[in-house]
């Protein structure tokens, strides 16, 4: 059993994670600034400190409670956001990130395990699936500071010893991802959908991403901690999807087409998006388990049963 320490524990991801970590029998704590997440999806079992990653409090809280290890998952995760302000991501996911990694080194946190992007790190590739060497020339403010922490990783581990591992997801969709703002475009299609509201499509749904369902996500979170590895790993299907095979499988598990009004397609949006997972499966034995058809119906149920 080890005590692990999970930022952003009550988002979409950190919160599954967390539930799965205490299912293991570890010792988890959770903080979260609640700016997007939500309280009720931490785990009971798990201690929560509702704080801001930047705060100096972060010093004290590492100090009492000794941490063997760190999942980073606490960020703003906006593109647009970042677009529009980004001083302010930076603030949060280079300047709150760099005061956890400070910490971590300062109290012998003996593993950094962060949460990356795969889909906005390698900006518009012409290699797909796109393999961790590809050039890293990200097109958004969101995918620079993710980038810039990546190099601090690098750095810590060669001046300080500090060992890491850092993962690229996909784009990653499941229950809980959708908390009534923006959200992956399967959580806002499913959520429209299941209301019987009208979905907004850009552009002619051929372009393409590679989606991967949450547990799956967090399986290879909860295999990072168990390999060494010094490097960073996509974590994705391999698989291109378009919008219009989503409009598809939503329609088929709901029994009747989705509305969809068709806009015109966004400038400077990526056209084409897709993971190659087979370092993955190198390092860490990982491979998708949940694919398209069946995590959607699993979304859907989620949806449905939850009166958010
Ligand atoms: N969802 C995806 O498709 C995807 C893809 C690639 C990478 N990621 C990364 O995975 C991680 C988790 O993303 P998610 O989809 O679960 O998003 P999320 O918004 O649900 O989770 C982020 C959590 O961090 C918390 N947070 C934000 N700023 C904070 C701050 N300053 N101090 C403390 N807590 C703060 C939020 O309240 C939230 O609970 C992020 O690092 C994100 O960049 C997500």
Same mark, same amino acid.
């Given at each position: 059993?080890?005590?692990i320490?999970?930022?952003?524990g009550a988002?979409?991801?950190?919160?599954t994670?967390?539930?799965?970590?205490?299912?293991?029998?570890?010792?988890?704590?959770? %903080?979260?600034?609640?700016?997007s997440?939500?309280?009720?999806?931490?785990? $009971?079992?798990?201690?929560?400190y509702?704080?801001?990653?930047?705060?100096?409090?972060?010093?004290?809280i590492?100090?009492?409670?000794?941490?063997?290890?760190?999942?980073?998952?606490?960020?703003? %995760?906006?593109?647009?956001i970042?677009?529009?302000?980004?001083?302010?991501?930076?603030?949060?996911?280079?300047?709150?990130?760099?005061?956890?990694?400070?910490?971590?080194r300062?109290?012998?946190?003996?593993?950094?395990?962060?949460?990356?992007t795969?889909?906005?790190?390698?900006?518009?590739?012409?290699?797909i699936?796109?393999?961790?060497?590809?050039?890293?020339y990200?097109?958004?403010?969101?995918g620079?500071?993710?980038?810039?922490?990546?190099?601090?990783?690098?750095?810590?581990?060669?001046?300080?010893?500090?060992?890491?591992?850092?993962?690229?997801f996909?784009?990653?969709f499941? $229950?809980r991802?959708?908390?009534?703002?923006?959200a992956g475009?399967?959580?806002?299609f499913?959520?429209?959908a299941?209301?019987g509201?009208?979905?907004?499509q850009?552009?002619?749904?051929?372009?393409?991403?590679?989606?991967?369902?949450?547990?799956?996500?967090?399986?290879?979170?909860?295999?990072?901690?168990?390999?060494?590895?010094?490097?960073?790993i996509?974590?994705?299907?391999?698989?291109?999807?378009?919008?219009?095979? %989503?409009?598809?499988d939503?329609?088929?598990?709901?029994?009747?087409?989705?509305k969809?009004?068709?806009?015109?397609?966004?400038?400077?949006?990526?056209?084409?998006?897709?993971?190659?997972?087979?370092?993955?499966?190198?390092?860490?034995?990982?491979?998708?388990?949940?694919?398209?058809?069946?995590?959607?119906?699993?979304t859907i149920?989620?949806a449905?049963?939850?009166?958010?």
């Amino acid at each position: 059993m080890s005590k692990i320490l999970v930022t952003g524990g009550a988002g979409f991801i950190g919160s599954t994670l967390v539930d799965r970590l205490v299912s293991e029998g570890h010792e988890v704590v959770v %903080i979260d600034n609640l700016s997007s997440g939500r309280r009720d999806y931490v785990n $009971p079992v798990a201690k929560f400190y509702e704080i801001d990653i930047a705060s100096p409090g972060i010093f004290d809280i590492f100090n009492e409670e000794g941490f063997d290890l760190v999942y980073h998952l606490a960020a703003q %995760i906006d593109v647009r956001i970042s677009m529009n302000n980004p001083k302010h991501d930076n603030s949060i996911n280079v300047l709150g990130g760099l005061n956890i990694l400070e910490n971590a080194r300062l109290t012998g946190v003996k593993k950094f395990i962060f949460s990356s992007t795969g889909g906005a790190i390698y900006g518009d590739a012409t290699e797909i699936p796109t393999s961790e060497a590809y050039p890293t020339y990200p097109l958004s403010f969101y995918g620079i500071h993710k980038l810039t922490f990546e190099k601090y990783l690098h750095s810590y581990a060669q001046v300080y010893g500090q060992d890491f591992t850092v993962l690229r997801f996909a784009n990653v969709f499941g $229950p809980r991802q959708f908390k009534g703002g923006e959200a992956g475009v399967i959580a806002i299609f499913i959520d429209n959908a299941v209301k019987g509201v009208e979905s907004l499509q850009n552009g002619d749904g051929l372009q393409t991403r590679d989606f991967v369902y949450v547990d799956d996500v967090v399986a290879a979170l909860s295999r990072a901690k168990e390999v060494k590895y010094q490097g960073e790993i996509n974590i994705g299907s391999g698989i291109e999807t378009t919008l219009l095979d %989503i409009r598809r499988d939503i329609g088929k598990a709901l029994g009747e087409e989705m509305k969809v009004k068709e806009m015109p397609a966004k400038p400077g949006e990526q056209r084409r998006s897709c993971l190659s997972p087979k370092k993955a499966k190198e390092v860490l034995g990982w491979e998708p388990q949940v694919f398209l058809e069946e995590g959607i119906k699993r979304t859907i149920a989620w949806a449905q049963s939850n009166n958010r």
